[in-house]
């Protein structure tokens, strides 16, 4: 329960500042796609473009169709006069009509001016909008600088609705994006925080699959990465106490040994000095074996690819243990392939495999047991067994014998039980040859550990 407070706590503050930053992202997006669309209606509708139907004016329009029925602007002043009631009068007194040559046809609204018949010279602020007929100018409607605030007022009548709609559909547009948004927000501050608490040493910590099939695929991908770390943490704890079990005891045995030659407990001669040299044998080869373990799995072991033949690796190492085998007094026998069964293989590694194999099923063979060589070829593949006769393995902990270290009795001594690292090492050795091994119990008893090759192409 304390856990549980405790994470909430974290997670917490890394979900606000989520939300809040998601949030802030969503309401600037929004706000700015709100001003670039009235800033963009406001330029249109106050700065006029003969290009633009918004700024074709009602008077412009007007002007073109008066012209087109009549063909000239003889009796144009009773335009505005029509209009004198209506909202369009009040554009007729802010404009000048000029004619093809630029004389002034209508000032104001008025024929009765001093302008009237003149070239009219332009002045800053007026504003040209071509009277189009037939695709050409007929003529040119000038507005001056009061028009302007007019029109400018008229925009905002215009933007006020477009306004108001937009803000009443930011409102469901924002709160939608707030369900989102909590959607990916929560699983993301427990994914952040989860991370956070295995950079801190807790590699217990994992997450809740939930939100989308991405997220979820991230929560399931951190799981499967938190379980890898603690798995090898606790190989590594696990490995570190195994070393330090194994090396104890020569060490212990050495320096007994040496003390007593010391204080004149032993005499300096061979018999009392050898059991100390073994020790160093021993542990010679344990630190040999190690090596090899490490440089094997982390795929770094040099290996030589060549043809070789199964049933003369076999042959050479049942050369090699014949002699121990009689002194144990357990049968050695070989079944070699009545084929070739050759792989690409590293001869010196393949040779070390089979030997830790064969070391095995001998080590765990009683007296008068027997221990069997078989070489198998079929379906594109060829095999190597090694069977006993001996006690075999408990079914659930079969998976368990090419763990390094892993002995099925705790208890055994090394003379009997070895360092636990000659499976471990003949696992490594055959994967890094892109084959693979396992091991079964014999119906009959005992064990079967064989390894399988692709043969050669």
Same mark, same amino acid.
């Given at each position: ?6 994470? /909430? ?12 930053? +998601? ?7 929004? +706000? ?14 106050? @700065? ?11 008077? &412009? ?5 008066? @012209?087109? =029925? ?40 008025? =024929? ?7 070239? @009219?010279?332009? =002045?800053?602020?007026?504003?040209? =909008?071509?009277? %189009? ?8 409607? *000038?507005?001056?600088?009061? #028009? ?10 215009? *933007?006020?609705?477009?306004?108001? $709609? ?12 707030? #369900?989102?948004?909590?959607?990916? &927000? ?28 991405? +997220?979820?695929? *991230? ?14 943490? !606790? ?17 212990? &045995? ?28 021993? %542990? ?26 199964? !049933? ?5 190492? #049942? ?14 026998? $070989? ?45 594109? /593949?060829?095999? *190597? ?15 368990? $014998? #090419? ?55």
């Amino acid at each position: 329960m304390k856990t549980e407070t405790s994470e /909430q706590h974290t997670i917490r503050p890394i979900q606000t500042r989520l939300f809040v930053l +998601l949030l802030r992202a969503f309401t600037t997006a929004v +706000l700015f796609f709100a001003v670039f669309i009235l800033a963009a209606m406001a330029y249109f509708l106050i @700065y006029p473009s003969s290009y633009n139907p918004i700024d074709r004016l009602p008077i &412009v329009t007007r002007l073109e169709t008066f @012209y087109l =029925i009549k063909s000239n602007w003889q009796g144009v002043e009773t335009l505005p006069q029509n209009d004198y009631a209506s909202d369009y009068h009040r554009f007729w007194l802010r404009t000048i009509l000029l004619d093809e040559q630029g004389k002034v046809v209508l000032d104001h609204g008025s =024929i009765q001016t001093s302008l009237i018949g003149t070239n @009219y010279a332009r =002045i800053a602020g007026d504003t040209a =909008i071509p009277i %189009l007929v037939q695709e050409r100018a007929v003529a040119t409607l *000038l507005l001056d600088s009061s #028009f302007f605030p007019i029109q400018r007022q008229l925009s905002l009548d215009f *933007l006020w609705p477009i306004g108001a $709609i937009s803000f009443f559909m930011a409102i469901p547009t924002i709160i939608m994006g707030l #369900f989102l948004m909590r959607r990916f &927000v929560t699983p993301l501050a427990e994914v952040i925080a989860a991370a956070r608490a295995v950079a801190g040493g807790d590699l217990s910590s994992r997450v809740r699959a939930s939100g989308p099939d991405d +997220l979820r695929a *991230l929560s399931d991908s951190f799981n499967h990465m938190a379980a890898s770390l603690e798995q090898s943490d !606790n190989e590594r704890r696990n490995m570190l106490a195994d070393i330090a079990h194994e090396l104890r005891t020569p060490l212990t &045995v050495m320096r007994g040994r040496l003390e007593g030659i010391v204080d004149g407990v032993y005499a300096a001669t061979p018999e009392q000095i050898s059991p100390a040299l073994e020790e160093t044998y021993l %542990l010679e080869r344990l630190v040999e074996d190690l090596r090899l373990l490490t440089l094997a799995e982390a795929r770094q072991l040099h290996i030589e690819h060549r043809d070789v033949d199964l !049933n003369d690796t076999a042959s050479h190492i #049942f050369d090699l243990f014949q002699a121990e085998a009689e002194e144990k007094q357990i049968t050695l026998t $070989i079944e070699l392939c009545p084929s070739e069964a050759a792989a690409v293989l590293d001869p010196q590694r393949i040779e070390q495999v089979v030997g830790n194999l064969v070391s095995n099923a001998l080590r765990y063979t009683s007296e008068g047991g027997s221990v069997q060589i078989v070489v198998e070829k079929s379906n594109n /593949q060829v095999s *190597l067994s090694v069977r006993d006769n001996g006690r075999g393995v408990p079914a659930e902990d079969l998976d368990n $014998i #090419f763990v390094r270290f892993w002995r099925g009795e705790r208890s055994r001594s090394r003379a009997s039980g070895g360092a636990g690292l000659g499976l471990a090492i003949a696992r490594q050795l055959v994967e890094a040859q892109g084959g693979h091994i396992q091991a079964a119990n014999r119906a009959e008893g005992g064990l079967d550990i064989s390894i399988h090759f692709p043969t050669k192409l």
